[in-house]
């Protein structure tokens, strides 16, 4: 009980912005309106929502591995499209009946995981840091997107499911959850919207209890002074194999998420523009804060979306100077910057009030 | 009883010859100060000490044990704990953070508070506590950075001068600090460039020129050393 107890108070620390009665009363008042929102509106905009919420996972795992860990991977694309192609050839070849999908979902991810555990294995005990493990990472997400381009014949097949080269997986089934009479059949509108949600708010609470959390520390000392940390007696390249594999895991969640949601899953998804996206949502919003990175990511997916309907690349250019603006005017993040900002105001309000 | 041995240590860097064959012996209990000119390989004897580097040949033993192909922070497992030259504190994190990372390995809930607060009141930095740690003075640094080595407890506590940039009043409360470890049994090993300092706390002085162990003995005994004086001066092959 006290274990449970101690869990919960890890949810405030200095890791994570946010704090106290106002900012709780806030995330409650968030999390309601976002429970009601399927009622008051329609089928394809809940749908579009839950694509939002999608990619909100592979955020926080760059948020996790790069703001908090201090390694820049480029490569969170690589995780998504893993676990996304990992997912389809698993419902493809087994279906949907007894709850397999859910099976096929966790499984997916953790084969993402483990290919992180390998990759991870070998650049943080090889002691690759800094530019160059952006470096590797980006190579292994281009070159399996190069990989997945050049499937499109039809010996490329694992069991049923082809992969199709360019055009991508497609007809994989949704997730289906078993139910006596009829199993629910979670398309993407209000039923894969209360799922993501609920795994949205379960890793964004996770996630800050884990960074406030002794494990947390040590990331952050990584982050801060890899030498000194190690010199404290940490086996630095543990901590960062695991939060790496961690960070894999949510992409690889992020694209499972996603294949499910389209019911395709393409190689372009791994490319470079996929790449650099999340980049630039975490940069934005402030790579280095959970509550940041969220905010950050669904306002610029939203305006990016936006944008679309004036032509895709000026979409793309939008966001390239977004990235160049954060870096010039507020290199931790502009929601960051706008949070703290808030929290001094309110600082100095309850100190002229008591 | 000797706590530390080098034995024929080398270590080249291409045709550089940074330490060669250092033969040294630290005994339980004792401060010592290692002094030479710039380049005398006094730091690079620290980092293979560490582990940062790997030595061409020699053995280091450590209590005994022969610790040179060990990792790091297994080093650190073993007793050896170390204060760098450049302050390497946590810059963006907050005194307290720093030291609680420092001893969260060691200490949970209520007793890591307690520790912490001690730490606190033995560098003096109670007022600090909330500070980010980049904001500190260069002195205070230095001290936070000895806390969080002391902090670990070590048999062996490895100083890369901890003193640079103090003032005269800053370097004799160093000196305090220093006296105060070693009196509660803590084994110094600390490169120094400020005479004073060494003056103030050395029992044994070794002084390294050339990656090599050139003279050894007490300051007043170094001191009066007329080749140390020449080797400072630049005239030890004159």
């Not at chain 1, 980006?138 to 381009?149: I, N, Y």
Request: with cysteine; aromatic share 10%.
């Amino acid at each position: 009980m006290t274990g449970l107890l101690a869990m919960f108070r890890r949810l405030e620390g200095p890791q994570t912005a946010g704090r106290g009665p106002a900012f709780w009363g806030l995330f409650a008042l968030v999390l309601a309106v976002a429970l009601a929102y399927p009622l008051f509106s329609d089928g394809y905009t809940v749908g579009n929502t839950v694509y939002f919420f999608v990619w909100v996972f592979i955020a926080l795992s760059l948020c996790l591995i790069w703001g908090y860990g201090g390694s820049l991977s480029f490569g969170q694309t690589a995780f998504f499209g893993i676990a996304g192609y990992g997912y389809g050839i698993l419902t493809i070849n087994f279906g949907s009946a007894y709850g397999f999908t859910l099976v096929a979902l966790v499984a997916a991810v953790a084969i993402a995981a483990l290919f992180a555990v390998l990759l991870g294995y070998f650049m943080f005990f090889g002691r690759i840091a800094g530019v160059f493990l952006g470096i590797v990472t980006l190579a292994v997400t281009l070159m399996l997107e190069r990989f997945m381009a050049q499937t499109a014949g039809p010996e490329w097949h694992i069991g049923t499911a082809r992969l199709n080269g360019f055009n991508g997986m497609s007809a994989m089934p949704p997730l289906t959850i078993p139910w006596p009479g009829e199993p629910i059949v979670l398309f993407a509108d209000v039923g894969l919207y209360y799922l993501v949600l609920g795994l949205l708010v379960f890793v964004y609470l996770a996630l800050r209890i884990l960074m406030n959390s002794s494990f947390g520390n040590v990331i952050v000392a990584i982050r801060e002074n890899p030498e000194r940390a190690e010199m404290l007696g940490y086996d630095i390249r543990k901590y960062q194999l695991i939060t790496f594999v961690i960070g894999a895991a949510l992409a690889g969640l992020s694209g499972v998420l996603y294949t499910v949601w389209g019911q395709y899953i393409t190689p372009s998804s791994m490319g470079m523009t996929a790449a650099a996206l999340p980049l630039i949502w975490v940069a934005v919003g402030g790579r280095s804060d959970l509550t940041s990175t969220v905010i950050g990511t669904l306002v610029v997916l939203a305006a990016f979306q936006a944008l679309t309907i004036y032509g895709s690349q000026y979409a793309l250019v939008f966001m390239g100077v977004l990235l160049v603006l954060t870096v010039l005017i507020a290199p931790n993040g502009l929601v960051l910057g706008v949070m703290n900002w808030l929290g001094r105001i309110a600082t100095r309000l309850t100190q002229r009030a008591g | 009883m000797s706590l530390l041995e080098l034995r024929k240590l080398n270590k080249h860097f291409g045709g550089l010859h940074v330490t060669n064959s250092v033969d040294l012996t630290l005994r339980a209990g004792e401060i010592h100060c290692l002094i030479g000119p710039n380049g005398a390989g006094k730091s690079t004897l620290f980092r293979l000490i560490l582990g940062e580097h790997h030595p061409g040949s020699g053995d280091i033993l450590f209590a005994g044990e022969n610790i040179t192909a060990l990792k790091s922070f297994a080093r650190i497992h073993r007793g050896l704990s170390v204060k760098f030259q450049v302050p390497g504190v946590f810059k963006g994190l907050s005194v307290r953070q720093n030291l609680e990372i420092a001893l969260q390995s060691r200490h949970r809930g209520r007793e890591l508070e307690a520790e912490i607060g001690r730490l606190l009141a033995f560098l003096g930095l109670e007022s600090e506590q909330a500070q980010i740690a980049g904001n500190l003075s260069h002195g205070q640094k230095q001290w936070l950075e000895i806390g969080m080595a002391v902090s670990l407890k070590p048999r062996l506590l490895l100083l890369d001068e901890p003193t640079a940039g103090m003032s005269p009043e800053e370097t004799h409360m160093t000196g305090e600090m220093v006296q105060r470890l070693n009196a509660d049994g803590m084994t110094v090993l600390a490169i120094e460039h400020d005479m004073a300092f060494v003056r103030q706390v050395a029992h044994r002085v070794t002084v390294l020129h050339l990656g090599q162990v050139f003279a050894q003995g007490s300051i007043d005994e170094i001191v009066a050393d007329e080749r140390v004086a020449a080797i400072y001066l630049g005239q030890a092959h004159a």
